[in-house]
T-cell receptor, first 113, second 113 residues
């Protein structure tokens, strides 16, 4: 998984509770991404980061926020989880000199009841 | 081919056969393509990439063919093995901007022993 870990790997939570997912990389890459994967859809970008404290929105960013205080960590927060956010979440990184090549972490399965 | 609904297209082959998985991409300006393999419960794994200045690229047991005229990409797997069973999807990236790829929904490959 290209030096990427995600935690937790599985999470069950209730509607309305906050949830934070963590992505940790050991590659020292600038670019990090959060995706969600749902049946019937390809991977959809939630947010991405191009450096410490530099982030931008993806196509499905509503209801999500991110933070990057260190190069190695990229956090995804669901401020108030909803059932529509039940999904598998993947973090990805890309090398600075090959930004279009993304390598993925193992994923976090989130169930919002 | 790409899925148009919840269920992925499925390709079933016998062990030892050659497999061909197809992908129709959407943006004629895309100039970089990746094939990913995703096993059940795991993150997408980079298999092989190709740039638009090439028609063919070979890796270990895999070959990617690019037909820019009809915006079509294929992945050929030689001597398919049970361990090749997975979902395969393509990603395309257009030059400029954020270098963020667009992902297809994938094809499920089932290899029968």
């Amino acid at each position: 998984d290209a030096g990427i870990t995600q935690s937790p790997r599985h999470k069950v939570t209730e509607t309305g509770t906050p949830v934070t997912l963590r992505c940790h990389q050991t590659e020292n890459h600038r670019y990090m991404y959060w995706y969600r994967q749902d049946p019937g859809h390809g991977l959809r970008l939630i947010h991405y980061s191009y450096g410490v404290k530099d982030t931008d929105k993806g196509e499905v960013s509503d209801g999500y926020s991110v933070s990057r205080s260190k190069t190695e960590d990229f956090l995804l927060t669901l401020e108030s989880a909803t059932s529509s956010q039940t999904s598998v979440y993947f973090c990805a990184i890309s090398p600075d000199r090959a930004r279009e090549t993304q390598y993925f972490g193992p994923g976090t399965r989130l169930l919002v009841l | 081919g790409e899925s148009v609904g919840l269920h992925l297209p499925t390709l079933s082959v016998q062990e030892g056969d050659n497999s061909i998985i197809n992908c129709a991409y959407s943006n004629s300006a895309s100039d970089y393509f990746i094939w990913y393999k995703q096993e059940s419960g795991k993150g997408p794994q980079f298999i092989i990439d190709i740039r638009s200045n090439m028609d063919k690229r070979q890796g270990q047991r895999v070959t990617v063919l690019l037909n820019k005229t009809v915006k079509h990409l294929s992945l050929q797997i030689a001597a398919t093995q049970p361990g090749d069973s997975a979902v395969y999807f393509c990603a395309e990236t257009a030059p400029g901007g954020s270098y963020i790829p667009t992902f297809g929904r994938g094809t499920s490959l089932i290899v029968h022993p």
